[in-house]
Each structure stands twice: as structure tokens, then as C-alpha cells.
């Protein structure tokens, strides 16, 4: 049964794939909120990432950082909400691909 | 861990600024409108004073906070450069959003926050106080582009700049959370004991954080947001993001590949290199055909970063002509932006065509607009050609000579564009008669403009007091000195 305990390693795997599906999303996706989110996924993958070293090293250092991100994605979300609605407001419409003023 | 008193005197003109960016988010509720401006100039002035160095002991830095932040010596002089940015934009702020007919008061607040953000990511020592840095001074940035929010160009600025700022803050992030499973620690000084490099997971975890850094100053692979955000955001806001974020980016770059890595990975030496040498070729090509000033600015800009980047590529040397760089830059560009503010209304105002023979109708503005072209262009006895001597002679130095051959010549194809510009002030005819009042003639953009023109040129003459005075700070630093310079 070795091979079921769960070990840092298994937590790090997760975060990359989360990690890499947020990046994927934004890369792929059309709707600036699902980017959005896509981007919050990101965000909560170096989350777990900080939090698996944090108990590896046996330091907090790390579990505090990850107070800091989500503090930090909040004040964020507040800002790219807002415009997000400034822009919907002009055009009933976010899709990025519809964003094309400028052009060179 | 304990607080110290000590620590809150060091960073005591941090403490000012924050005061003034809550002070002034108070006077709004008060109706204090008229004197928001004033304020904003006094605190950050307040703060400049504040962090000179007046005793002959402030030449070191000085570690505070259980060694997370960086006050005195160097980072002094990055805190009177931030500051000094904030306030040249300050002079062409209120009278370019009277002219849009849109008065935001809260844009000087947000003003005081962001250089509060860039200056804990300059003067950082921890990847946690760089982060916070760099968000703070990013979120506020977001909300500059987006301003002017009934503009549908502002929006998409401030949408393009929210999404793809946040994308790269996240690889970034990633790449700060592998460096911090390698080593067990988030300060920079700490991380610098443990050799890192034959580690499997380094060097992703440099290439990450090289993705959100180079991102913040607009460099070659990542430098696709630049143009479209300058030209949505409002002018003189565009000069602030311009050269401010960019000059604590750029810092915050340095300190970092120095302070956690004593000798230079040479894989992330040759991105650096490469990074610098192609956005160096790629910003002054492309920037020779647009019509739009503020996309050619935008343009030059990735130029500009290039130059930079080679600086930062060079050593010890090189950091110091960075530095010096950044500085200039950020007069001259602050200025050449304020300029083509005072020359718009509406957003397609900034169309190189709207400038013909305005050199004739208006002289003092084509010689100040004139005087920033040249500096940007490198032409002595103007500041940009001092800052650019600096850094091609330190990456000649540190022997890359092929990078600074290539620099010297993609800036020979810049002084194309930036000469058009004059050429189109001078000796072409306006076809549109514009009967409007453009240029704005009010009172403080001018003497911004006057200010700005005049140190151009001054420190293009006497570049030393300034060049020796940073050199001196990099004598004093004893913590820079402990890791490898």
C-alpha cells in the first residue's frame, strides 16, 4: 500500500496541472470572465504549491505568502471586475475576440 | 521576529506617502477638490525630503523589517527617482482630464499608492514584499488605464493590460514558489547561501519570474500589451506607466539576479542578452512605421527596455548605468508624453499629422517637443545620449561587443522616427486648419514642460553630479557588495 500515501510530491503534481489547465484556459478561452477565473486558478495553484514547500521545509514563510496572494487576488478581482463592467456597459459585450480598436 | 521602532523611523517616508494617498482619499469625502492636486504634490515632495540623505551614514542601506526591505544608500536614491516620476506627472495631470471633460479626484490617490507599490518592489529583499510590490503597483496601474471609462478605448486599454498583467503576475508567482521549495526561504540575501543552480526545478523557477519581470517592462517576447495600453490609457498617465513601473521593474529585476545569485546562471545570461538585443531591433523597426505618437512611443519604449536590458546584462557596471538610465528616461519620456496630452482632446488627437507645423504656430512647444525627441534619440548634448553612452560602454565592458554594435545601429534606425516627428513639426504644412485651443496653454504643464526641457539638457551637459552620485551608492552598499558585486 505504499504507493496510496499521499506525499508532497502528489500536492506538487496537482498545483502543475491546475497550474498549467488556468494557463491553458486563458490562452484558449474567449470570455474575459472565464479568463478571468482562469487566471484565479492560476493564482490558487501557487497557493497550493506554497503551501506543500511551506510544510516540506517545516517553515511558515511559505503559509504566509499564500495569505498575501489571496489578499492580493481579492484586490484583483475588485479592479478586473470593475473594469470588466465599465467595458460591458460600452459594448454588451465581453468577448476578447471582439477586441480589436486597436490595431497597428 | 519583534517590531522595532528603529525600523519604522528608516522607512518613515514610506510612512509619508501613505499618509498622503489616505489623506487625500479623505479630503474627497471633505470636497476638497481644488486642493487634491497640492496635496499630492506636498506629500510626495514631503517623502523625496524625507529619504535624502543628509548624514554621511545614509550611504549604506540599511536592512529593516527582519531584513525584507531595503531603506538608505541605494534605496534612497530609487525612492527620490519614484517619487520625482510621480510628481513630473503630477503637472499634467489635472489640466489633461479638464480638457477630456472628465475629472476623476481619485486618480491622485491611486497615484500616491502606485508609487508606494513600486517602491516597496524596488527596495524589496523578500520575494513576499516584491510580490505585494508588484501587485499594488500593478492593480493601481490597471485602474490608470481604464480611467476614462465611458471611452471604449480606455476600456479595452485597461481590459488588454488587466488580463494579460495578471496572466504573467501568475507565472511569476509559480516561478517565486518553486525558488522558494528550492532554497526554504523567501529573502533574497538568504537565498544567495544556497547553491541553487544544480537543482532541477531552478531553472524554470528563474524563467518563470523572468516571464512576470520581463512582462513589467515590456520586453521582446511579452511586449504585445505596450502599444494598445499606452494608446487607450490617458496621456499623461501613459508617461507615469511609461517610466516609473518600468524604472522599479527594472530595479527590482536587478536586485534580484544579483542579491540571490552570486555569479549570473549563463542560460539566464543569454535570454537577458537575447531578450535586450531583439527588442532593441523589433521596437525601433516598428516603431518607424506608425502614425500614432503615442504607439510610436510605445514603440521606442520596447527600444528603450532593450537598451536597458543589456545594461543589466553587463555586471556592476552595467546595474549603475541602469540605474542612471532609468532616471533619465523617466524625465524625458514623462515629458514628451505631457506634451502630446496638452496637444489632445480626443483620443485620435495623438495622430502624428495633428503636430504639422505646429513648430511654426506654437515655437516654445515644437522646441520642448524637440528637445524630448532628440534626447530619446540619443543626440548629444541631450540626457538620453549621456544614459545610452553608459550602458553600451558597460556592455562593452563586460565584453558584448556584437550586443553593442547591434544596440548602436538599431538606434541609429530609432533617430529615423523620432526625426520625422520634427520634420512634421517643422516643414509640413497643416492641412486641417485647427481652430480649437490645442496646445493647452494652462499654467502647470507648461512649467512641467519647462522644467523637464530644462533638465534634459542639463543633465545631458553635467550628467556627473547625478552618474557619480549613484556610483558613490554602489561604493556604500555593503549588502551588494556581500552578494558577488
Not at chain 2, 497640492?38 to 529593516?64: K, R, Y
Not at chain 2, 488605464?145 to 508567482?173: D, V, W
Not at chain 2, 549603475?320 to 482632446?345: C, H, R
Request: charged content about 10%; proline content about 3%.
Amino acid at each position: 500500500m505504499e504507493f496510496l500515501q499521499v506525499n508532497p510530491f502528489h500536492y506538487l503534481t496537482v498545483a502543475a496541472a491546475m497550474f498549467t489547465i488556468g494557463a491553458l484556459g486563458v490562452l484558449t478561452r474567449r470570455n474575459a470572465i472565464v479568463v478571468f477565473m482562469c487566471i484565479e486558478l492560476m493564482l490558487n495553484a501557487v497557493n497550493l504549491s506554497l503551501v506543500t514547500f511551506s510544510n516540506m521545509h517545516n517553515n511558515a514563510a511559505g503559509s504566509m505568502f499564500v495569505f498575501f496572494v489571496m489578499v492580493i487576488a481579492a484586490a484583483e478581482a475588485v479592479v478586473g471586475l470593475a473594469i470588466i463592467i465599465a467595458l460591458f456597459r460600452n459594448r454588451q459585450d465581453v468577448d476578447i475576440n471582439n477586441m480589436n480598436i486597436f490595431k497597428w | 521576529m519583534q517590531f522595532n521602532i528603529q525600523d519604522l523611523i528608516q522607512t518613515m517616508p514610506l510612512v509619508m506617502l501613505l499618509v498622503t494617498g489616505l489623506l487625500l482619499m479623505l479630503s474627497d469625502a471633505f470636497n476638497l477638490r481644488s486642493l487634491l492636486p497640492w496635496l499630492a504634490g506636498l506629500g510626495l515632495t514631503a517623502s523625496l525630503v524625507l529619504a535624502l540623505p543628509l548624514q554621511p551614514g545614509d550611504q549604506a542601506i540599511v536592512p529593516v523589517y527582519n531584513n525584507m526591505f531595503l531603506t538608505g544608500g541605494l534605496a534612497s536614491f530609487v525612492h527620490i527617482a519614484l517619487c520625482l516620476g510621480a510628481l513630473f506627472s503630477l503637472f499634467f495631470i489635472q489640466d489633461f482630464f479638464q480638457r477630456a471633460g472628465k475629472v476623476v479626484d481619485e486618480i491622485y490617490a491611486i497615484l500616491v499608492f502606485s508609487v508606494i507599490g513600486m517602491i516597496m518592489l524596488a527596495n524589496s529583499n523578500d520575494l513576499a514584499v516584491t510580490f505585494i510590490g508588484l501587485e499594488t503597483m500593478s492593480i493601481c496601474l490597471y485602474v490608470m488605464a481604464a480611467l476614462l471609462k465611458t471611452r471604449q478605448s480606455s476600456n479595452e486599454a485597461g481590459l488588454k493590460y488587466f488580463l494579460l498583467g495578471s496572466f504573467a503576475t501568475g507565472f511569476l508567482l509559480f516561478g517565486m514558489s518553486m525558488l522558494y521549495g528550492i532554497t526554504g526561504t523567501t529573502q533574497f540575501t538568504l537565498m544567495s547561501q544556497t547553491d541553487m543552480s544544480g537543482n532541477i526545478l531552478f531553472l524554470p523557477a528563474v524563467l518563470f519570474i523572468l516571464i512576470g519581470f520581463l512582462f513589467k517592462v515590456s520586453a521582446f517576447p511579452f511586449h504585445n500589451w505596450t502599444p494598445d495600453v499606452y494608446q487607450g490609457t490617458p496621456t499623461p498617465l501613459a508617461g507615469f506607466m511609461a517610466t516609473a513601473s518600468k524604472t522599479a521593474s527594472f530595479i527590482a529585476l536587478g536586485m534580484f539576479l544579483h542579491q540571490t545569485m552570486p555569479v549570473l546562471d549563463e542560460k539566464i545570461f543569454w535570454i537577458l542578452v537575447g531578450s535586450a538585443v531583439i527588442s532593441m531591433v523589433y521596437g525601433n523597426i516598428v516603431a518607424a512605421r506608425q502614425t500614432n505618437l503615442k504607439r510610436l512611443l510605445a514603440y521606442s519604449s520596447i527600444a528603450h527596455t532593450g537598451y536597458v536590458l543589456l545594461g543589466l546584462a553587463s555586471g556592476k557596471e552595467g546595474f549603475i548605468a541602469v540605474i542612471f538610465y532609468a532616471f533619465i528616461y523617466t524625465i524625458m519620456n514623462v515629458g514628451a508624453f505631457g506634451l502630446i496630452g496638452m496637444n489632445e482632446i480626443e483620443e485620435e488627437d495623438a495622430e502624428v499629422s495633428r503636430w504639422n507645423g505646429i513648430g511654426l504656430r506654437k515655437p516654445w512647444f515644437g522646441v520642448a517637443m524637440s528637445v524630448f525627441l532628440f534626447s530619446l534619440a540619443g543626440i548629444p548634448p541631450l540626457a538620453g545620449f549621456m544614459s545610452k553612452y553608459q550602458v553600451f560602454f558597460a556592455a562593452v565592458r563586460s565584453e558584448l561587443y556584437v550586443a553593442a554594435i547591434i544596440g548602436v545601429l538599431a538606434s541609429v534606425v530609432g533617430a529615423y522616427y523620432y526625426i520625422r516627428v520634427i520634420v512634421n513639426m517643422y516643414f509640413t504644412k497643416s492641412e486641417t486648419e485647427t481652430s480649437h485651443a490645442l496646445p493647452s496653454c494652462a499654467m502647470s504643464p507648461t512649467i512641467g514642460v519647462f522644467v523637464l526641457a530644462a533638465l534634459t539638457l542639463a543633465l545631458g551637459i553635467f550628467p556627473s553630479p547625478v552618474y557619480t552620485w549613484i556610483e558613490s551608492l554602489f561604493q556604500g552598499s555593503g549588502m551588494l557588495a556581500m552578494a558577488g558585486f
